[in-house]
């Protein structure tokens, strides 16, 4: 009787263990989003007025979803951060600039970061975006590094633009901005080759 429980003991722990290893043999590190790329949809809901003199009339200031592409360039673990590049069409040719995703919390499979960026998107036209993200992932069951599934979505976001034109304009607005998963074997198919070069 007492080698038959400590035979079933032996097997609870047995089990046990091995579900511990195949659970965690299948955790993404940060690390595993490098070269990940994704395809970003943002539109805006904002005002604009005259900045000089104060005092204009304020008019409404949206701008229809655009497409742009994000690829997580690599993690750098002594400042918890990640290098990315984001790459816009600026109405002639497509643009790469380079960014940061601090880890503000949470772990490989989903964390909060916040992606702060600045774009001449005209010669008079600047814009600054503060966005705070909320970023998932999966790992494949059979290469646990390896990400199969990812997005991104927005948790608020706001952006300041300044048009700097005879009579200069200030607008201030909301951002949505979405990202979904394009598979690596899908990148360059999808992605412009003017993001690609980097």
């Known amino acids: 009787m007492r080698l038959r ?7 609870v722990a047995a089990t046990v263990f091995g579900f511990f290893v195949l659970g965690t043999a299948q955790a993404l590190v940060f690390s595993d989003w490098e070269g990940t790329w994704f395809k970003v949809k943002m539109s805006e809901t904002g005002k604009a007025g005259p900045a000089v003199p104060p005092g ?22 002594s400042a918890t951060a990640f290098a990315v590049g984001y790459c816009v069409f600026n109405g002639s040719a497509w643009v790469n600039h380079a960014a940061v995703w601090p880890v503000l919390g949470g772990e490989p499979e989903n964390f909060l970061t916040l992606f702060t960026y600045s774009l001449l998107e005209t010669q008079i036209v600047s814009q600054t975006s503060w966005i705070p993200l909320e970023v998932k992932g999966k790992a494949s069951n059979n290469a646990p590094s390896e990400i199969t599934s990812a997005s991104f979505k927005n948790l608020g976001g706001i952006f300041l633009e300044e048009i700097d034109s005879i009579i200069p304009y200030g607008g201030v607005g909301s951002i949505k901005f979405t990202g979904s998963f394009i598979k690596p074997d899908q990148v360059t198919g999808t992605v412009p080759p003017g993001c690609l070069i980097r």
């Open 56 to 77: 204009g009339e304020v008019a409404t200031n949206n701008e229809k979803t655009t497409t742009s592409y994000l690829v997580v360039d690599g993690y750098d673990i």
């Open 5 to 11: 429980n400590i035979v079933f003991i032996l097997l």
